[in-house]
T-cell receptor
Framework: EAQVTQNPRYLITVTGKKLTVTCSQNMNHEYMSWYRQDPGLGLRQIYYSMNVEVTDKGDVPEGYKVSRKEKRNFPLILESPSPNQTSLYFC???????????FGEGSWLTVV | RKEVEQDPGPFNVPEGATVAFNCTYSNSASQSFFWYRQDCRKEPKLLMSVYSSGNEDGRFTAQLNRASQYISLLIRDSKLSDSATYLCVVIDNNDMRFGAGTRLTVKP
């Protein structure tokens, strides 16, 4: 089954404790991206990757890092999480930068 | 001005009604257009692509007007299960831009 898998789905963590949210797709897609969704602000792009070892900033990259060492994986790293990073995070992938895009089920992150 | 704008609604309609959503975009060079559906606390799911000639999928019709820079979604014979938030997505170069979403509630 074609899918985008995120882990963890739910996480409560403390300020400053490094965490990684994994994203994996089994569709051999070149393009992957991360979004956060906050009430009233819609979906905002954090980082995206056009292919292996090619990443770039989206609209809200501050406080996040990503890597793309393999085509299927695109982890999101919060080196020192802060409460304003409490959000719902989505990973998405596409075979083509023009879409369509397929989303993971989302990761609810709470930083206290 | 926001790059992609949608009427946030909410739209509250009875079953069987026809409802239409519009979405305007600011970049005339935008290349691809989609409508996504998002249920509460779930991931967005592709509803349909939007083509220049307009396209239909069952009760859903999508249209693109490049001259006026908007896309539309028409839902005919609304069902209770159509209740969701509908997001328009506009893609130009490497950027995927989302509208804030329009909330639809279909009532018995």
């Amino acid at each position: 089954e074609a899918q985008v898998t995120q882990n963890p789905r739910y996480l409560i963590t403390v300020t400053g404790k490094k965490l990684t949210v994994t994203c994996s797709q089994n569709m051999n897609h070149e393009y992957m991206s991360w979004y956060r969704q906050d009430p009233g602000l819609g979906l905002r792009q954090i980082y995206y990757s056009m292919n292996v070892e090619v990443t770039d900033k989206g609209d809200v990259p501050e406080g996040y890092k990503v890597s793309r060492k393999e085509k299927r994986n695109f982890p999101l790293i919060l080196e020192s999480p802060s409460p304003n990073q409490t959000s719902l995070y989505f990973c998405a992938s596409s075979s083509y930068v023009r879409g369509p895009f397929y989303f993971g089920e989302g990761s609810w992150l709470t930083v206290v | 001005r926001k790059e992609v704008e949608q009427d946030p609604g909410p739209f509250n309609v009875p079953e069987g009604a026809t409802v239409a959503f519009n979405c305007t975009y600011s970049n005339s060079a935008s290349q691809s257009f989609f409508w996504y559906r998002q249920d509460c606390r779930k991931e967005p799911k592709l509803l349909m692509s939007v083509y220049s000639s307009g396209n239909e999928d069952g009760r859903f019709t999508a249209q693109l007007n490049r001259a006026s820079q908007y896309i539309s979604l028409l839902i005919r014979d609304s069902k209770l299960s159509d209740s969701a938030t509908y997001l328009c997505v506009v893609i130009d170069n490497n950027d995927m831009r989302f509208g804030a979403g329009t909330r639809l509630t279909v009532k018995p």
